[in-house]
């Protein structure tokens, strides 16, 4: 489990240092990435797409957001999404695919979070424990908004909106004030995430395209 | 050398596969005598649905109760699903407010019973507020009085043996749950909504209520409830009429 070289896994090819760095530090110090996190990446990945695609397929039923405890047609809404309401079935596979893709992520973002801890990389490398960081301020923040705070937070208001969880943790739909505040929250997030997730693959491709896939997959650049 | 890291890595692959492979046997098996295992299992989606299922089973295995609201939560608006049973059967009973309408009652019972709408109206009755979370993402709060499914399972001698309460309506949408949730205090053949009897199209003259879960697991329009300790010779065999359609049976979520 060596980690001896820079392991950018959620800014590939970014300056590490800051924005004084040379543009390539890849090529000067030699990534190498642990098998468990490129295999815990690209389980993620397969899942994350899996959650969007299904999610979609769950909101067309009822493209429609609310705020508080209840809501329907007939009732005041927070927002109408300028999509059609589509009953045709697809909330079906939709549910079917969102749980399984759910469930990808959580046993393999729980992989990655316990061993990130475990070996202390998530200190070393941001928490900002190396002199001098080995990521930017900025970088930082994005990582722990999204690992600490989104990631969770979705997961949260996914539980919440369960009749069953809800029915054993009730607190966890009363903190957002009610079922449908929950489903909206879930949503926001959602939609943050998917920037975050197009922000992460376009800086992928202006960084060397090919490059940072094989060390996603090789686990070196070259 | 290399031969000989290669030869230790095939036996400890070998014997992790045969250890893995004897545990999720094991793991089957245990999944299969707590009831952990749902009847849409097969496939891929079936591997996500059995970890949900089997993870919110042991989670909710101390009866947890849904939340229940007030009188004034109760919403305007109950937006209705599907249309009356067009069934020549039904209109019938419909035209005569039920009066010769009977639940059977049958199955691996002691007892199978026949009754008609005043005998269950007669039983002792829960009345509770609670929300109905339609899968398409809509919910609503309403009131629902009933007679607790498992007090109709004490009448009619429900065998041990019994794993599964099948829901028949005069419609296609059959359902079934386990024996958890047919035994939940808060599981209900509703007679009555919101302070009067149950509109026909909210499901009269009687409908379930299964308040842990998804509102298209709550049948209208019940004719017929079995009591059985499997599902596979029933339909296609994956519990009811909702995973023959693309919808999970565990609707929990």
């Known amino acids: ?222 | 050398m290399s031969g000989k890291i290669s030869r230790r890595k095939l036996i400890t692959a070998g014997l992790s596969t045969a250890a893995g492979a004897a545990g999720l046997v094991a793991a089957e098996r245990i999944a299969n005598r707590y009831g952990l295992i749902p009847p849409d299992h097969d496939g891929l989606y079936g591997a996500g649905e059995t970890l949900t299922y089997a993870s919110q089973r042991l989670l909710t295995a101390h009866a947890s109760m849904a939340r229940e609201f007030t009188r004034r939560d109760i919403s305007p608006v109950f937006p209705v699903n599907g249309p009356v049973p067009a069934r020549a059967a039904y209109q019938r009973l419909l035209a005569t407010e039920f009066s010769d309408w009977r639940l059977i009652v049958d199955g691996l019972v002691e007892r199978p019973a026949r009754f008609s709408l005043d005998q269950v109206k007669s039983y002792p009755s829960r009345t509770q507020i609670t929300e109905h979370t339609c899968e398409e993402g809509w919910s609503i709060i309403a009131e629902w009085t009933g007679v607790p499914v498992s007090y109709v399972l004490d009448l009619v001698g429900a065998s041990p043996r019994a794993r599964y309460v099948v829901f028949f309506p005069f419609d296609d949408a059959w359902e079934s749950i386990d024996m958890e949730d047919a035994r939940h205090p808060q599981t209900l053949l509703a007679y009555g909504m919101n302070g009067g009897v149950i509109p026909a199209e909210h499901g009269a003259p009687l409908r379930l209520r299964v308040a842990r879960q998804l509102g298209y697991k709550s049948v209208k329009y019940l004719s017929h409830v079995l009591v059985t300790d499997t599902l596979k010779n029933i339909g296609k065999g994956l519990g009811s009429a909702s995973p023959e359609v693309g919808y999970a049976w565990y609707a929990g979520i």
């Not at chain 1, 070393?124 to 722990?144: C, I, N």
């Open chain 1, 1 to 222: 489990m060596a980690n001896t070289g820079a392991d950018s896994a959620m800014f590939p090819g970014l300056p590490e240092t800051g924005a004084a760095a040379p543009v390539r530090p890849a090529e000067k110090v030699p990534l190498r990435r642990s098998a468990l996190v490129r295999v815990t990446h690209w389980m993620n990945a397969l899942g994350f797409i899996g959650l969007v695609i299904s999610g979609v397929a769950i909101l067309l039923a009822h493209p429609r957001l609310y705020w508080g405890e209840t809501g329907a047609v007939g009732m005041p809404s927070l927002l109408d999404l300028p999509l059609p309401f589509m009953l045709t079935g697809q909330s079906g596979w939709g549910r079917y695919l969102h749980f399984l893709s759910a469930w990808v992520c959580v046993i393999a973002g729980g992989i990655y979070v316990l061993h990130g801890t475990a070996t202390r990389r998530f200190a070393r490398d941001f928490a900002g424990q190396t002199e001098p960081p080995k990521y930017s301020m900025l970088q930082r923040l994005t990582y722990f908004a999204v690992v600490i705070f989104l990631f969770p937070l979705v997961v949260w208001t996914g539980l919440a909106m369960s009749p069953a969880i809800a029915s054993v943790f009730p607190f966890m739909v009363t903190v957002f004030g009610g079922q449908q505040s929950a489903r909206t929250v879930h949503f926001a997030v959602a939609c943050l995430l998917v920037c975050f997730f197009l922000a992460h693959v376009v800086m992928v491709t202006a960084t060397g395209f090919v490059a940072n896939m094989r060390g996603m997959i090789q686990g070196r650049e070259s």
